[in-house]
């Protein structure tokens, strides 16, 4: 039985089958190579080479005498580095600072000893010996040899070298009024005194400001060499410390990996450490101590004595202007008038007896304290012929007043001088005494940069051999 076919559609028509489309040219797909790995940086593979040279024990121990060159070398070069600058410093405080220091301290004394002689010599008038015109003279060359020295040695655009300038300009014009004020005092005028009372004014109130401000300057710049010269070395102490301490576990390594008690290298690149550390801490300490008591002993007590020598200066420049001014220059004090010259004695004299016996209590020896001494023997001696002079100008006694003040015997003037080569005794000892110590503390130092450099370089070597030696057993 036929049946029918279920679908609609008709049955596909017998005939060719249809051609087949060929490819079509076209463009060829490209290929993309594998990018390439990126290169490391010459560090990292500087640090994957020593974590690889770390898993051996060659490796290992190269790496280990590299460190113990490095830290030997380094203690080495910072211990020459710090030693050369204390050196330095301490040179500058012996040669240089302390030196324009007390220079400045004989700036100040030359010019008030020339305001004092000046100020002698116009009291005697027509009398006035060639020896009070000799001082006068030579403590005017003194200050400007001295503002020279200074100058030469003065940093440009510095306080120091402003105050120099300053005196420069105003030492003519002293030397001018101080001549102005001789010659009509010989003529007899009156308006010499007048002259010579604006040059003192000129002193007191311009130059010795200028000068003492030198002075204060000079003494920062030793403060500052000072401080320069004595710190402890604690980088180089530290770096040595950390060397040795390298060098006792390479050798306790060594120890426990070979069971050899030492190892020559090793042993001998500690020695050399360890010398050149004990030198660094024994050369510093005794360089330290010398200069602080070069301080203590020598710059105290001549800054005191070159204040007190200041002080006897000004208080007799003031006593003679008491006699030449006969009192027209006046000051109010508590409400009462007193003559400026013998209120600024007083002041000036109460500074030197402080001053004396400060001096006193910082001499330690016989030798320092003996003129100290001797100079407070010669104030006290001064004073009271001073209350003498003083009742009888007060008293309208001019001429006997004058007579107790620059007289040839039993005057002020003795007293003066003799205080004043008293002082310069106690200051000749104490420069002497601080140069010793200085000295002593620049000396403890000598050698020690190019000693430590050295030395370091033969305990990087004993160590760099020691490693060796261990390194060879490999091969």
């Given at each position: ?9 008709a049955?596909?028509?017998p005939g060719?089958?249809?051609?087949a ?31 690889a ?7 290992r ?11 030997v070398?380094?203690?080495?070069a ?5 030693s050369?600058?204390r050196?330095?410093a301490a ?5 240089r ?6 220079g ?8 008030a000893?020339?305001?004092t ?6 009291l005697?008038?027509?009398q006035?010996?060639?020896a009070t015109?000799?001082?006068y003279e030579?403590?005017i060359?003194?200050a ?11 940093e ?27 010659t ?9 005194g007048?002259y010579?009372?604006y ?13 003492e ?15 320069d010269?004595?710190?402890?070395p ?14 006792g576990w ?15 290298g ?20 005794v ?7 070069s301080y203590?002993h020598?710059?105290r007590?001549?800054s005191v004595l070159h ?19 006969r ?9 009462q008038?007193?003559?400026a ?6 002041k000036?004299?109460?500074v ?14 016989r ?8 100079a ?13 002079a ?18 040839a015997k ?21 420069q002497?005494?601080?140069q ?7 000396d403890a130092?000598t ?11 033969l ?16 091969r």
């Open positions: 039985m036929t049946h029918p076919p279920k679908s609609s559609a049955p596909p028509l060719p089958a249809a051609p489309i060929p490819p079509q040219p076209g463009r060829p797909v490209p290929v993309v190579p594998p990018a390439p790995p990126a290169r490391r940086t010459a560090f990292a593979e500087g640090v994957e080479r020593v974590r040279a770390a898993t051996t024990e060659p490796g121990l190269r790496i280990i005498g590299a460190v113990l060159a490095l830290l070398v380094s203690f080495g910072v211990t020459a580095w710090q050369s600058e050196a330095a040179d500058d405080v012996l040669h600072s302390q030196p324009l220091s007390s400045a301290a004989g700036i100040y004394r030359s010019l000893d020339a305001n002689a000046a100020s002698s010599g116009f005697a008038g027509g006035e010996t060639a015109r000799d001082r030579k403590d060359r003194s400007a040899a001295g503002l020279v020295t200074a100058a030469a040695n003065a440009p655009g510095s306080p120091s070298e402003a105050a120099i300038t300053r005196l420069n300009r105003l030492l003519p014009e002293y030397k001018g009024l101080v001549e102005r004020a001789r009509y005092n010989r003529q007899g005028y009156p308006v010499g007048a010579l009372r040059a003192n004014e000129k002193m007191q109130k311009r130059m010795l400001p200028a000068a401000d030198l002075y204060a300057k000079e003494n920062q710049r030793l403060d500052a060499d000072y401080a010269a004595t710190p402890y604690w980088a180089a102490i530290a770096l040595g410390v950390l060397a040795l301490a390298a060098l390479a050798q306790h390594r060594t120890y426990r990996h070979t069971n050899r008690v030492l190892n020559h090793l042993v001998a690149g500690t020695a050399a450490a360890a010398a050149a550390l004990l030198w660094l801490v024994v050369g510093h300490a360089a330290r101590s010398q200069l602080d008591g203590d020598g710059i007590s001549l204040d007190a020598r200041i002080a006897s200066l000004k208080a007799r420049g003031n006593e003679n202007l008491s006699l030449v001014a009192g027209a220059e006046t000051v109010t004090v508590d409400g008038p007193r003559d010259y013998y209120y600024d004695f007083d000036d004299m109460a030197l007896g402080k001053g004396l016996t400060r001096a006193a209590k910082l001499a330690d020896d030798a320092g304290s003996t003129p100290v001494e001797a407070e023997g010669n104030m006290a001696v001064w004073k009271q012929r001073h209350a003498s003083r009742a009888e100008d007060e008293n309208g006694n001019y001429q006997q007043a004058l007579e107790k003040v620059i007289g039993g005057a002020t003037g003795e007293c003066f001088d003799s205080v004043d080569a008293n002082l310069a005794r106690a200051i000749d000892h104490e002497a005494r601080f010793r110590a200085a000295g002593d503390g620049r130092m050698g020690l940069p190019v000693g430590a450099a050295v030395l370091a370089a305990g990087a070597a004993g160590a760099v051999a020691g490693i060796g030696r261990r390194l060879s057993e490999y």
